[in-house]
């Protein structure tokens, strides 16, 4: 029996990801990359893209080792946990839910996810690319309140997110480094009846697409309802994280 927390390292896009290259593979049990972070480091374990992710952008050798995770992996995953309107439709909270599900961690630990884009200069590791948190969508209304959910339903779960950037970011998690988090303990003091209400909340609204297509079921949703949900959670994060 052992002590050691369970350490999934999820990789995005943003500039500061090529910090992560020079960190030891033996520091996580898994390493889990989105769209074109796979670019980083050649040891990764998983590699979450959506439907249009362009095919000539995809890696062009998959060792055995490595699985390739597409959306009918990942919609029942994020589907389980609530869905896409209240998770959220950016791939840094779908890749955190699906790796919450199939690799049942005890610390998500993101880095390059910060959703924070310059005006001027590099947005991605590779240069420029198309923002999806900047998208007019009624899931990426409030990033901050969506990161503050993920932590929560994992924090349910008994794992903790935190975020390995030292930059501003969306990301409402707690500042980590990426070393030692095996041996680390994080407060994952849950307020359940709350977090189970706020539950409730969003089953009663029943803002559901078992598709994961959410954008063609977008005019039954209530945006003043999904702000209300997102300020709930806010709130709840701000309480745990306090403990």
């Known amino acids: ?3 050691e927390q369970k ?3 999820i990789l995005g896009s943003g500039p500061n990801v090529t910090v992560s290259r020079d ?3 033996e520091w996580f049990d898994h390493i889990v990359v989105m769209n074109n972070a796979w670019r980083v480091r050649p040891d990764w374990n998983a590699l979450v893209y959506p439907e249009d992710f362009p095919t000539d952008r995809m890696p062009s050798d998959v060792a055995p080792h490595q699985k390739l995770v597409d959306a009918d992996a990942f919609v029942p995953a994020q589907n389980r946990f609530g869905g896409f309107v209240y998770a959220g439709g950016t791939m840094a909270y779908t890749t955190g839910y699906w790796a919450l599900s199939a690799l049942r961690p005890t610390v998500l630990a993101f ?7 310059p005006a001027t200069g590099k947005t991605h590791f590779y240069g420029t690319g198309t923002a999806d948190p900047l998208r007019d969508d009624i899931t990426l209304r409030d990033l901050g309140a969506k990161s503050a959910r993920l932590a929560l339903v994992a924090a349910e779960q008994g794992c903790a997110c935190v975020n390995l950037s030292q930059d501003p970011s969306a990301l409402l998690f707690p500042r980590a480094k990426p070393d030692n988090l095996r041996n680390r303990r994080f407060s994952l003091d849950l307020d359940r009846a709350r977090y189970a209400a706020l539950r409730d909340k969003e089953d ?5 697409t078992p598709t ?3 954008w063609e079921d977008v005019d039954k949703v209530d945006p003043t309802a999904v702000a209300a949900l997102d300020q709930g959670w806010r709130d709840l994060f701000g309480i745990t994280a306090g403990s």
Not at 204 to 208: D, E, M, P, Q, V
Request: hydrophobic residues 45%.
């Open 212 to 214: 994961g297509r959410y």
């Open 204 to 208: 009663a609204l029943g803002y559901h």
């Open 23 to 25: 960190w030891p593979a």
């Open 7 to 9: 350490v999934v390292l």
């Open 1 to 3: 029996m052992t002590d």
């Open 111 to 117: 880095m390059g996810c910060d959703m924070v884009y």
